[in-house]
């Protein structure tokens, strides 16, 4: 019977089949192998532990797995059986280097001291040092908030006050600005006006202030008088003032009246020829819109009254402009209607106007009365004088 090797295929000789022959008993003398001694053999099988290695070499060699008392022979060449045998002593080498390497690992881990436990005293002291100080650094830091929360609204108000400041300076700067600038139009109109009233001083006439009689109110250059505005009354007063001052450089008499424009204490004075001089309040007893309409009626009185006389002193002026309810009036005109007469009565002492019916407390002012019958009885004394 011829055998040939299972690993590589060739046929097996004499020795080779001993070689196998004896590796088959030797692997059936396993137990009785002694490994008590420093050296062993070079390929023995006892040095492999694992079962399935085991196996593993045994079916190379037989093609069977391997009893574990089998003394059959395993075919294998001289050749495969010594690299199968390096091959095998090459991984129990490693292993045993590696084996030494886990032993000696597990010596050194044996040998290590084991790090003493730790202090839970001392720890849990040193975490209350820390959170105490954490505790005052969190305290510190809101009382450093606070502290910047005040400043901030220190630095608004402060910041508000400021700009308060600036503005209420701003604002009497350009009131100041303001008041000069007021001041100094005021001078150049003042100059100005005084250089004019004194040109119209020198030769006016009273054309150059018309006058409109309504009735119950009058106008001189377009301001009224009698209007519930004291303040554009007053204004009136102050052109009927000037007319005066501005007349009496052509007639003497009318030196006799002073027209003082002070709102509701405005007056009219009137000097006697030889006698004292007579202050008259042109007021109401009442500021209602009735006495303001009575106000009216008398100053419509008055302002016939100075243009009858400008009139009867210069009768050659055609320039004089006066108009009752919107119609020119020839003040030289003495017929007997009762258009032109009403103002002649008024001067004559008659009445100053119709009295008007009711209580005498809607009457017209006792001293308003009185002023312009003086003033008509001065007219009457003075219309037939020559104009020298």
Not at 31 to 39: A, F, I, K
Not at 188 to 208: F, G, H, I, K, Y
Not at 227 to 244: H, K, M, P, Q, R
Not at 332 to 355: M, Y
Request: proline share 5%.
């Amino acid at each position: 019977m011829e055998f040939t090797c299972i690993s590589c295929g060739n046929p097996l000789s004499e020795s080779d089949l001993e070689l196998s022959i004896n590796l088959g008993s030797a692997a059936s003398m396993e137990e009785d192998v002694d490994l008590s001694g420093d050296e062993s053999p070079p390929f023995a099988l006892d040095a492999i532990d694992d079962s399935e290695t085991m196996n593993f070499y045994s079916t190379m060699c037989t093609n069977e797995p391997m009893a574990e008392s089998s003394t059959e022979a395993m075919p294998l060449c001289e050749r495969c059986f010594e690299s199968l045998a390096g091959s095998i002593i090459h991984d129990i080498q490693r292993t045993t280097r590696e084996t030494g390497r886990y032993n000696e690992a597990i010596d050194q881990l044996s040998t290590v001291t084991p790090p003493p436990p730790p202090d839970l005293t001392a720890l849990e002291l040193e975490e209350s040092q820390a959170m105490a100080e954490f505790q005052s650094v969190q305290a510190e830091l809101h009382k450093l908030r606070r502290t910047l929360a005040e400043v901030r609204a220190e630095a608004e108000k402060t910041t508000a006050d400021t700009e308060e400041r600036w503005r209420a300076m701003n604002e009497a700067q350009r009131e100041a600005d303001a008041a000069c600038e007021a001041a100094r139009l005021h001078a150049a109109v003042s100059t100005n006006l005084t250089a004019m009233l004194a040109s119209l001083r020198e030769d006016a006439t009273l054309a150059l202030f018309p006058i409109v009689d309504c009735g119950t109110h009058a106008t001189i250059c377009g301001i009224t008088l009698s209007s519930n505005d004291w303040a554009e009354t007053g204004a009136a007063l102050g052109v009927v003032a000037f007319l005066i001052s501005v007349l009496q450089k052509k007639l003497d008499i009318f030196g006799q009246f002073t027209v003082s424009p002070q709102g509701p204490q405005s007056t009219i004075a009137i000097e006697r020829q030889g006698k004292s001089t007579q202050v008259y309040p042109l007021h109401m007893a009442r500021p209602t819109k009735k006495g303001a309409v009575q106000l009216g009626m008398a100053c419509c009185c008055l302002l016939h009254t100075i243009a009858e006389v400008y009139v009867a002193q210069f009768p050659d002026d055609d320039a004089v402009s006066f108009e009752r309810d919107g119609h020119s009036v020839d003040l030289d005109d003495r017929s007997e209607s009762a258009e032109s007469r009403r103002p002649i009565d008024a001067i004559n002492g008659l009445s100053v106007v119709p009295e008007p019916r009711g209580a005498p407390s809607e009457r017209w002012d006792l001293s308003w009365r009185e002023a312009l019958l003086c003033l008509g009885r001065v007219c009457r004394s003075t219309a037939t004088l020559d104009p020298g």
